[in-house]
């Protein structure tokens, strides 16, 4: 999928913000912080080698779409038990906070 609509770019940003603030909430545990924490290291640097440092938030959320397969092998890498239960939040988060660094990027 190449040509995201806006309203596309908009849900992504939308499900970014949600599982952020549920990562927050889950790291206030202090027993699940430090793996959260590694996880999405993983994922950020993936982002990060990936995207590099210039890119738009429609390019992220067009990498977002195919992102479940190489977001597995990036969280099975950590050695964290339990990963697959936190995917889906710790993808999101990541998203979430790599899209500050996007040329476009409005709050």
């Not at 609509?5 to 952020?20: G, P, R």
């Amino acid at each position: 999928m190449s040509g995201l609509v806006a309203s596309d770019v908009q849900i992504a940003k939308l499900e970014w913000e949600d599982a952020y603030r549920g990562l927050l909430e889950a790291a206030r545990d202090p027993a699940r912080e430090e793996a959260l924490r590694r996880q999405l290291e993983a994922v950020t640097s993936e982002l990060r080698r990936r995207l590099g440092g210039s890119f738009t938030v429609r390019e992220l959320a067009t990498e977002y779409v195919r992102a479940d397969a190489w977001t597995r092998d990036a969280l099975a890498s950590t050695g964290v038990p339990g990963w697959p239960r936190t995917l889906a939040l710790v993808e999101g988060a990541a998203f979430h906070l790599y899209s500050r660094g996007a040329a476009d990027y409005a709050p």
